[in-house]
């Protein structure tokens, strides 16, 4: 069974919940540096421009892939 949240959320509407998770995300920037970040994600950041780097014309774009993911769900 899940733990009980601190605030009940039904109360408010779906976009003061959108609001609410908004401003929460955004008030962890003030404490960016107490959250951890894994080293694979740092090795990942690294790598992801130098792969672009070394194949510019690997990939696709943004038009391309969107058409691509819209013809999955339909």
Known sequence: ????PALDFS???CTE???FVEDLWN?????EDA????EW?????????K???????????WEE???RILKREA
């Open 17 to 19: 919940r959108l609001q």
């Open 41 to 49: 994600h740092r090795e990942e950041l690294d790598r992801r421009p």
């Open 51 to 61: 792969a672009y780097r070394d194949s510019p014309d690997t990939g696709a774009p």
């Open 27 to 31: 008030s962890l920037e003030a404490d």
């Open 35 to 38: 959250i951890p970040i894994p």
């Open 65 to 67: 892939v969107r058409e």
């Open 11 to 13: 109360r408010l509407s």
């Open 1 to 4: 069974m899940g733990r009980k």
